[in-house]
């Protein structure tokens, strides 16, 4: 008899390619979700992992809301260099502009919302039948009760009371035409697993992640980038700060925190140390307490 | 540092999202925004104090009924070690999403209500440990607050138990007495149960040993994908994909190819950049035979010396998880790992009433029904025993008309 003791982010990552590799066997036309987050690089990272030295049995996506840190898609695009892969990028503006969905208006406007549109046309029109995401569970409590396979119908939808169950590790990904799947493989790892495994892999993130200066407001007592996205008013007072961003979403509703973390370890300290959950700093999910839950119903990542 | 599995089982009203609130609120593993949440939230207790239910209930329809519909993970960590939690509901109609939780699950806990005892919940549930193999039981006899912390009803419920699981294949068991809703022995010991000589839950939870005890002779690695990149450098690269289910596989073991039968050795072992001489179950990796032979997914690759078993004909339990009720007429796909083939229930052998664990004559199985039944498989299988190797003894049923998942497979026979 033998023993065999997998250290923890071992055994995430191995669960993680085992995850990958199913989507690439039951599926004919997969696509990673890129948003150019810490979640998505790993995925990217773990993809690595699982396909090498082949290629990536599926194109990156990124939803573009036009509203990025510019830090983010230069880093996704030396990433794609980088790695040789296909890139695919669905603009919100360009849904805008088609007029399928309409700009918000007032102060608190954000395109959050408007990326699911863009997302599902994506979808639709390349025919992807599985989507892989780097959502975690731990990162908000609809999202806790989310398979690994999340099976979403013709229009985008999680019904949470129609999941099927997910035994051991056996995935079903049979779906019928239209449908796709939302695939997870870091479903089981926390923020600050992400972090270690980043460490561990010694993995380049966009510079956003790490302290520092930036021009910030404030709104809804967070601190927000100050920059054009917003709908800035002379109510609004710039102020210049030492920050860093736990998220990386959107400009208009990612929030900063005051930092002097400018390296990873001091990062991974300062999140150990943290007493707000990295959800606390996205202005979308303050909305009521369903909030993710009901995005998700209505095809939200 | 590893990672701990659990799920909890147990009545509805016999606190499991409470004790999981618990756990979470005693270890500091809930953060200050997620509490004022919870103060800002409608649902107290009695006493006003805030309700630790609510931490797991993530969907409005909980909320509104203050019950768990579906499994929920938490996860939370100790300098000691990894915890992932399933929070399955306890309602029998979701007897599904309890063997859900359970099918990855190193170890349950079972709550009893301290005034009630050993109801028939209890015995289904642990019934279902017993039947998915999970291999450490705590019994968290819990509300001992409502029952004066009483040494009497902890030992009157515990001899009650141990009488009923003599009937069921339980490994380990221990017995905790707890108030979820007043912290006793959760995290904390007990200041109220002076006689009580154990452990917190905590503590045993921290310190339970759960390696994978698996004998070596059990290399089984199904292929997911072959890895070819055609390229000129790598023009003879060709790598098959997998996790390592069970055992080990070293450079330079034979190994056979299941169901075709051929045999190679292993030339080398690949893990990304790193090429170790051996890796072990619950390990991604990449394997290199020294010949050329036939491998696409849907193999597995198995050590030559301890082949599984083969057949087309199972007996196995199954476990029904559909509102349409089993249809031995038509046929269903089954999923074994990566292998996927068609198959028909030829016979069911019996159903399991899981109140009172007499075996039943039947001709249906509906929702939540468990028994056993003989399936036909189109393609052969190459598996083993559940009782021998979880991983590679189980299978799920999909319905193809609808793509659900419908039931789950332990294999428990060859029928000759």
Request: glycine letters at 6%; charged letters at 25%.
């Amino acid at each position: 008899m033998s023993k065999y003791n997998l250290d923890y982010l071992d055994e995430l990552e191995a669960e993680a390619i085992h995850i990958l590799r199913e989507v690439a066997g039951q599926f004919e036309k997969p696509a990673l979700l890129f948003s150019g987050g810490k979640d998505s690089i790993t995925l990217v990272r773990l993809a690595e992992k699982a396909f090498r030295p082949g290629k990536f049995p599926f194109p990156l996506v990124h939803i573009d809301t036009g509203h990025n840190f510019q830090e983010t898609i230069d880093y996704r695009d030396e990433m794609v260099a980088r790695l040789g892969e296909k890139l695919i990028v669905g603009y919100v503006q360009e849904s805008i502009d088609n007029g399928k969905v309409i700009e918000q208006k007032g102060k608190n406007a954000s395109r959050n919302a408007l990326q699911t549109v863009t997302l599902l046309d994506t979808i639709a029109q390349h025919g992807f039948d599985a989507c892989i995401g780097g959502a975690r569970r731990d990162e908000e409590k609809a999202r806790a009760k989310e398979r690994i396979f999340s099976v979403r119908d013709e229009f985008g939808q999680w019904d949470p009371k129609r999941q099927r169950p997910e035994l051991w590790n056996i995935y079903n990904g049979r779906i019928h035409k239209g449908e796709n799947v939302r695939v997870f493989p870091i479903s089981n790892w926390t923020e600050l697993d992400v972090w270690n495994y980043i460490r561990r892999e010694k993995m380049s993130l966009p510079s956003i992640y790490f302290a520092h200066h930036r021009d910030c407001i404030t709104r809804n007592g967070q601190l927000m980038a100050a920059s054009p996205f917003l709908n800035m008013d002379d109510a609004d007072i710039v102020t210049h700060r030492k920050v860093r961003f736990r998220t990386v979403g959107d400009m208009s509703c990612t929030a900063a925190v005051e930092s002097e973390a400018d390296q990873i370890d001091d990062i991974i300290d300062e999140i150990s140390a943290s007493k707000i959950s990295e959800r606390g700093a996205r202005l979308d999910d303050k909305v009521s307490e369903a909030a993710m839950e009901d995005r998700k119903k209505g095809g939200y990542f | 540092m590893n990672i701990l599995k659990f799920f909890t089982a147990g009545s509805v009203d016999d606190g499991k999202s409470t004790l999981i609130g618990r756990l979470l609120y005693d270890t500091g593993s809930i953060l200050a925004d997620q509490l004022e949440a919870l103060q800002q939230s409608n649902r107290k207790n009695d006493d006003g104090t805030i309700d630790l239910a609510i931490l797991t209930d993530g969907l409005r329809a909980e909320r509104e009924q203050g019950i768990t519909i579906d499994v929920a993970y938490k996860y939370f960590q100790t300098g000691k070690r990894k915890f992932i939690i399933a929070d399955t509901p306890g309602h029998i109609q979701y007897t599904r999403n309890m063997v859900t939780g359970a099918s990855t699950a190193n170890l349950a806990i079972i709550l009893v209500d301290a005034r009630n005892g050993v109801v028939e919940q209890t015995i289904r549930h642990s019934y279902l440990v017993s039947l998915l193999g999970v291999s450490h039981v705590v019994i968290c006899i819990n509300k001992m607050d409502m029952e004066g912390y009483s040494e009497e009803v902890f030992n009157t419920i515990t001899e009650n138990y141990k009488k009923m699981a003599a009937k069921l294949n339980l490994q380990d068991i221990t017995f905790i007495p707890v108030s979820a809703l007043k912290g006793d022995n959760i995290v904390h010991t007990s200041e109220h149960m002076p006689w009580y000589q154990g452990t917190s839950l905590l503590d045993f939870l921290e310190t339970v040993e759960v390696t994978v005890n698996q004998d070596l002779h059990y290399a089984r690695m199904p292929v997911q994908w072959v890895i070819r990149p055609q390229t000129e450098a790598l023009h003879d690269y060709r790598g098959y994909a997998g996790r390592i289910l069970s055992g080990a596989f070293k450079v330079n073991d034979k190994v056979t190819v299941l169901p075709s039968g051929n045999s190679s050795v292993i030339d080398r072992i690949e893990i990304f950049e790193q090429t170790p001489q051996e890796a072990t179950a619950g390990q991604s990796v990449t394997l290199h035979l020294k010949d050329n032979i036939d491998i696409s997914r849907g193999d597995v690759l198995v050590n030559s010396s301890y082949l599984p078993q083969r057949s087309q004909l199972i007996e196995a339990d199954l476990c029904w998880m559909d509102n349409k009720p089993m249809d031995d007429s038509i046929t269903y796909f089954l999923q074994h790992n990566s292998k996927l083939t068609k198959c028909k229930i030829r016979e069911i052998l019996h159903k399991v009433n899981i109140n009172t664990l007499e075996k039943e004559e039947t001709h249906e199985f509906k929702l939540n029904d468990i028994g056993r039944v003989v399936i036909k498989t189109a393609d052969e299988l190459a598996f083993d025993l559940y009782t021998e190797n979880k991983a590679n003894g189980s299978a799920i049923l999909i319905d193809g008309r609808t793509n659900l998942t419908v039931g789950a497979l332990m294999f428990r026979a060859i029928v000759e």
